[in-house]
């Protein structure tokens, strides 16, 4: 099983592969002249190169991502492929297909989602999920909608598109946009009922 703790670890790991250029100026080089060394030596600091990664599961694996927050796991994402580029300190980001997301919230209760395509932003641990998503919470209430992004720093989730709510004690809601906890009993639907 591939695993990785997070986003972060995976693009930390791909940097040590990124392509370096040689030094320039170096002695013996074809082509250099008495003119290439009389162009001002590179700049100290050094420069970010964007990464690219590419990760794809397979007979029974998957690509895994565990993100944490303060020591406590805030989701798990399982996906069957996933592509990965990152920018600089903590701008990187993910696209995975065939996500199956647990999103746990600060008592313990899951949600688990699952949808045709994610996107993960490592620098505020948020996931949006498109292409229809479907959730149950592990209380017994299930959700539906077009699209479902986790924000990283409310720990609250947003629906958006054909959102409808069932509850275990019968409750059902419909609307066009959500905003809730991830227990999903502390929500507000709004917009036309479909």
Do not use: W
């Not at 250029?21 to 100290?44: E, F, L």
């Not at 599961?57 to 399982?78: A, C, D, F, M």
């Not at 600089?88 to 999103?103: A, I, M, S, Y």
């Not at 498109?130 to 909608?145: K, R």
Request: glycine share 12%.
């Amino acid at each position: 099983m591939r695993s990785a703790r997070s986003l972060a670890a995976l693009l930390v790991l791909a940097a040590g592969c990124a392509p370096h250029a040689p030094p320039s100026g170096s002695a013996g080089a074809p082509g250099a002249s008495a003119r290439a060394s009389a162009v001002p030596a590179a700049s100290s600091t050094p420069t970010t190169v964007p990464i690219h990664v590419e990760t794809r599961g397979g007979n029974g694996q998957y690509v895994t991502i565990v993100e944490s927050l303060h020591g406590r796991k805030v989701y798990t994402i399982r996906a069957l492929s996933g592509v990965a580029q990152r920018y600089g300190t903590e701008q990187g980001r993910g696209e995975l297909e065939q996500p199956h997301v647990t999103f746990v919230d600060k008592s313990g209760t899951t949600t688990i989602a699952d949808a045709p395509k994610a996107r993960v932003f490592e620098r505020d641990k948020t996931v949006v999920m498109s292409g229809g998503v479907h959730a149950h919470t592990s209380s017994g209430s299930v959700l539906t909608c077009d699209t479902l992004t986790y924000n990283g720093r409310t720990e609250r989730f947003r629906g958006e598109g054909n959102v409808q709510l069932s509850a275990p004690n019968g409750l059902q809601l419909g609307g066009q946009h959500l905003d809730g906890d991830v227990k999903l009993q502390d929500v507000r639907v709004t917009g036309n009922g479909v």
